[in-house]
């Protein structure tokens, strides 16, 4: 690896997001450096203000790519790093600014500034893997610190990584919780979203609202299908699927002809 | 001064790779700072548009996505203002355990602006990484303080960051008092780290010039603000928080994608660390008074660096309060309150780590988000940022440029902008007319 006394260079970088995930990384911080020792910080502005320049070994991005900036910026990552990790829903995904994207722009902006004109922004929030390729994606809003760390440890041992990506459902199961559908009637999108994040909503009694991101494979379909028989409009069907991660490409196939 | 000389040794192209990002714009002008312009860029995400026809049940998650440092001050906000409308109030239990988590939220964002980004600036150092190698144990302390802090949060809310557990009424579910044990197992470990955190950023070499400032922030009744309050600041002022936009104007300025905010006179406030403690010092515990008397500290603090000894002061205040409401806590019958949904408006405030956070909504009688206007503590310093460099100007251009431009670094990093920005997106141009 390039970096001092061929340590691995990592840079951390920040698009649109609410640096949540940096938080993530910021906690690891500890156990990433003295657990490997082999990591040289090389970029990374919210714990350093010594911002080394690239080549990078490892980049980790947290955020959608919602600027004429960043987009200049993504392509800049890639040409620099070895490896690109997306982490999180927002760079994944799109992020729950990317609900931005069912909706007419120009409204939107008229709704939160008086001069619109001055906004300089794209007309949606979209995925890093949309601009550039994508090593290692990473879900969750914010990222799971466990995959985080597992995910870079198998980069440095330069293994091929693989994460559960099973529904939340089994995840569920397997902690003994109490079906949130079954039990009080409650819309769950635990069938349809990927494990990891110890199917926390459901162990607190409320359904799950999307965090994490699709399962491979995911049936939207007859989710929905539940949901109205549980009650629901289409309308309110159609709002419970569309949250954080409305803009991975199962969910929005699915909204886009359910919605029609 | 020396400064025509230093200063046209800043190297522009540097900077500019950075504006996009956005910087400080200081421009001089015979000898003096004539115009400051703080431009802190972060995209726009536009929360307020995408929330409309959405529940009024999701409005705290949605909006904790708002910060991932502070994202319970969103929760509690967004809580708060919608149980208002409903006519309801969390119960005494879950009020308890808000406050518990939101203390915690406190310590774990108060602590990283202090210790990591905010003691660098005093020391001398870039980093933390640097900060450990001389003072071993106030870093050592410093991140079992946050790793304590974070710890509350989980307990209650399930994880640190966006926690799952809270929701309009109260929580999702009851916590049980041996849950939130763990919390005190070691506790008089944890009440040393916070005594000892607080002794070392006393000690810092802080600026002591003093200037006149309007501070605005909560004010308790019986309690240091956290939860609730009415509004009050330095010039005798005090109203309800539903009055605050009255009270305040808002500009957008081309420069900036964050909305600029002001009093009604056209004066900037400060709200955040500095203005609590100011307006509510009375009320923090006595231990915590008894060591910043100790080192001879009274309130008012007089300028924004001293920003750093609110913020350890709260961390210490924030360690023994999350002690005293578990003791008091009793596990209540029910998790939530539930309500009758019906149209309606409301508003409410409540101090997020870097000061006073309004949120209002208006819903329709389906429950339905028709309005929202969510104004952040960054916000509101935007403008105090700007005139506060205008302030210590002389103590800036008497700087050799290198010292200079990290003092209008550190003086934006007073008010703890949002963590994205605060290393990063501050830079300093000076131009010289
Ligand atoms: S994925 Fe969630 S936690 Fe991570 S940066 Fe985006 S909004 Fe924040
Ligand atoms: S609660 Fe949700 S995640 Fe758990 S089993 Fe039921 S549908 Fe699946
Ligand atoms: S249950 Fe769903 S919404 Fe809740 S934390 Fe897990 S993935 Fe996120």
Redesign the interface.
């Known amino acids: 690896m390039s970096g001092e006394n061929g340590k691995v260079r990592l840079a951390v970088f920040k698009l649109t997001s609410c640096s949540g995930c940096q938080q993530q990384i910021v906690d690891l911080g500890e156990q990433l450096l003295t657990l490997l020792d082999r990591v040289e910080v090389a970029y990374f502005l919210e714990a350093s203000s010594d911002a080394k320049p690239g080549p990078y070994d490892v980049a980790l991005i947290e955020g959608s790519v919602s600027t004429p900036h960043e987009e200049k910026l993504v392509k800049n990552i890639r040409e620099n790093s070895k490896i690109v990790v997306s982490v999180g829903s927002c760079a994944t995904y799109g992020g729950i600014q990317a609900l931005r994207n069912w909706m007419k722009f120009e409204e939107v902006k008229k709704t939160v500034y008086e001069k619109p004109e001055w906004v300089e922004a794209l007309e949606k929030s979209r995925p890093v893997s949309d601009f550039i390729k994508v090593d290692y994606a990473i879900g969750g809003c914010p990222a799971n610190k466990l995959q985080l760390l597992s995910t870079l440890k198998q980069i440095l041992i330069g293994r091929r990584i693989y994460h559960r990506e099973e529904s939340l459902c089994q995840e569920c199961k397997r902690k003994g919780n109490v079906c949130v559908v079954v039990a009080k009637g409650e819309p769950c999108l635990g069938p349809i979203i990927k494990e990891g994040c110890g199917a926390l909503c459901p162990s607190y009694r409320r359904g799950c609202y999307g965090c994490f991101g699709p399962m491979i494979d995911p049936k939207p379909n007859a989710l929905a299908r539940r949901f109205e028989d549980l009650g629901l409009s289409r309308e309110e069907t159609a709002l419970r699927i569309r949250n954080i991660t409305s803009w991975s490409e199962p969910v929005r196939r699915f909204l886009e002809s359910y919605e029609r | 001064m020396s400064g025509k000389e230093d200063y046209s040794e800043i190297k522009v192209e540097q900077l500019a790779r950075v504006e996009?990002?956005g910087g400080v714009w200081v421009k001089v002008k015979d000898g003096k700072i004539d115009y400051v312009e703080v431009n802190i860029f972060e995209?726009?995400?536009?929360?307020?548009?995408?929330l409309?026809?959405?529940?009024y049940l999701?409005a705290p998650?949605?909006t904790a996505?708002?910060?991932?440092?502070c994202?319970l001050a969103y929760v509690m906000a967004a809580s708060r203002a919608m149980e208002k409308i409903l006519g309801i109030k969390a119960s005494d239990a879950a009020n308890k355990l808000r406050k518990i988590a939101f203390y915690g939220e406190w310590i774990e964002s108060h602590v990283?602006h202090f210790a990591?980004l905010h003691a660098?600036d005093f020391l001398g150092k870039?980093?933390?990484?640097e900060i450990a190698k001389e003072y071993p144990q106030f870093v050592k302390d410093a991140?079992a303080a946050?790793n304590w802090g974070?710890r509350a949060i989980e307990i209650i809310g399930?994880?640190?960051?966006?926690p799952?557990?809270f929701?309009v009424g109260g929580?999702?579910?009851i916590i049980r008092k041996r849950e939130l044990e763990p919390l005190l197992r070691n506790f008089d470990e944890v009440k040393k780290i916070g005594k000892r955190l607080l002794e070392f950023v006393l000690k810092l070499p802080i600026p002591e010039i003093s200037y006149d400032m309007v501070f605005m922030s909560l004010k308790g009744e019986k309690e240091y603000p956290i939860l609730e309050g009415v509004v009050a600041n330095n010039l005798g002022e005090e109203f309800p928080e539903d009055e605050f936009e009255e009270h305040t104007i808002v500009e957008?300025k081309?420069y900036s994608?964050a909305?600029h905010y002001r009093l009604k006179n056209g004066k900037p406030y400060i709200t955040g660390p500095l203005a609590r403690f100011n307006l509510n010092y009375e009320l923090l515990s006595p231990e915590v008074r008894d060591v910043l008397e100790e080192f001879g500290f009274k309130p008012p603090l007089r300028n924004t660096y001293q920003s750093i000894i609110a913020r350890a002061a709260e961390t210490y205040h924030a360690i023994l309060e999350i002690g005293r409401l578990i003791e008091e806590y009793r596990e209540p019958n029910r998790a939530y309150e539930e309500a009758e949904v019906k149209a309606g408006e409301a508003m409410a405030i409540v101090e997020a780590p870097r000061g006073m956070l309004y949120h209002r909504y208006r819903i329709s009688d389906e429950g339905k988000i028709l309005y929202a206007n969510i104004v952040p503590p960054t916000a509101q310093n935007y403008a105090a940022m700007e005139e506060d460099i205008l302030k210590v100007g002389d103590l800036i251009l008497k700087q050799p440029k290198e010292k200079a431009q990290k003092l209008v670094e550190t003086t934006i990093r007073n008010y703890d902008p949002?963590?994205?920005c605060s290393?990063?997106m501050i830079r300093l141009k000076i131009i010289e007319e």
């Open positions: 996009g990002e995209p726009p995400r536009f929360f307020e548009a995408f409309k026809g959405r529940s999701e998650d949605l996505r708002i910060c991932g440092i994202p990283l990591f660098p870039h980093s933390i990484f991140i946050r974070n399930g994880r640190p960051v966006h799952v557990g929701r929580l999702h579910r957008q081309r994608n909305l949002c963590i994205s290393v990063h």
